[in-house]
């Protein structure tokens, strides 16, 4: 359980494991509080294709990175406060699978667990994480990411209809909506209020409505990808080879049934 966890030898122990794993490109993730609830590999929905990442859930933070040695070097780590997070169940369509998607303030993204039970293990240990931390008196985000169309999606622009994409004529994203849209049709940027502080990339069709004062629907279907920045999205040669995460072993969890109250009850 989480408070037994809290201040137990076993959880710094991991935590600091996880630090050492990141090593330098990581930050300090020992904190007084913090526990490490589980960890895994999770395959996660890039903008290209998917990828296998190493998923670290704590009581009030996700963590993941790049794998570059399994189980001992991870780099690119990412961190999201868990209050920010909303998680949503994708139903299985072809070979994606036991996925579901993680929406946060500034990135909303699809992962695949291996089995339909590890996706349950996670999720339900998500759910009770984020819970917990909201019921903490943590304020949860307000708006989410929209998941972005994968590039392999758009043969030509959504918003125009027109423009085909080439080496020369690259895709964008738009920050509103999170549809695949040519430079033409995404030349203005606007604040994103929830999500961005500077303006971000918007499509013609959301600046339209956003300066009208619109409410813009984000897209939230099957696959999607980070919607702030690409920096783990890059394949390392290690691991490049696979998507799947056939080779990895199972997630495992250290609090099967955690009661944030059950420290106030004693
Ligand atoms: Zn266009
Ligand atoms: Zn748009």
């Known amino acids: 359980m989480v408070d037994r966890l809290r201040n137990s030898e076993a959880n ?3 935590i600091e494991n996880v630090e050492s794993c990141f090593g330098a490109s990581g930050r300090s993730l020992m904190k007084p509080g913090r526990v490490l609830v589980g960890e895994g590999v999770l395959v996660k929905m ?3 294709k998917p990828k296998p990442r190493q998923f670290f859930l704590f009581n009030d933070i ?11 070097r991870y780099s690119k780590q990412h961190i999201i406060p868990l209050e920010e997070v909303k998680i949503e169940n994708l139903e299985d369509e072809g070979d994606s699978r036991n996925g579901w998607v993680i929406k946060t303030r500034t990135k909303s993204f699809a992962v695949f667990a291996a089995t339909p039970t590890e996706k349950n293990e996670w999720m339900a240990h998500i759910v009770r994480s984020v819970q917990e931390i909201l019921r903490s008196g943590r304020a949860p985000a307000k708006e989410h990411a929209a998941v972005w169309v994968p590039d392999s999606e758009a043969e030509k622009c959504m918003c125009c209809q027109s423009t085909q994409f080439t080496v020369l004529q690259r895709r964008h994203h738009c920050r509103a909506c999170g549809r695949v849209v040519c430079r033409g049709c995404s030349s203005k940027t606007f604040v994103l209020e929830g999500i961005s502080k500077k303006p971000v990339r918007v499509c013609d069709t959301c600046y339209n409505k956003l300066c009208q004062g619109i409410k813009v629907s984000r897209r939230t279907e099957l696959t999607g990808n980070d919607s702030s920045d690409y920096s783990d999205e890059e394949d390392v040669p290690s691991n490049s080879s696979t998507n799947s995460t056939d080779k990895y072993e199972a997630p495992t969890f250290y609090e099967p049934n955690s009661n944030p109250n059950a420290d106030k009850l004693i």
């Open 12 to 14: 710094a122990r991991r």
């Open 46 to 48: 890039c903008r290209k």
């Open 62 to 72: 996700l963590v993941y990175g790049t794998i570059i040695i399994a189980k001992k």
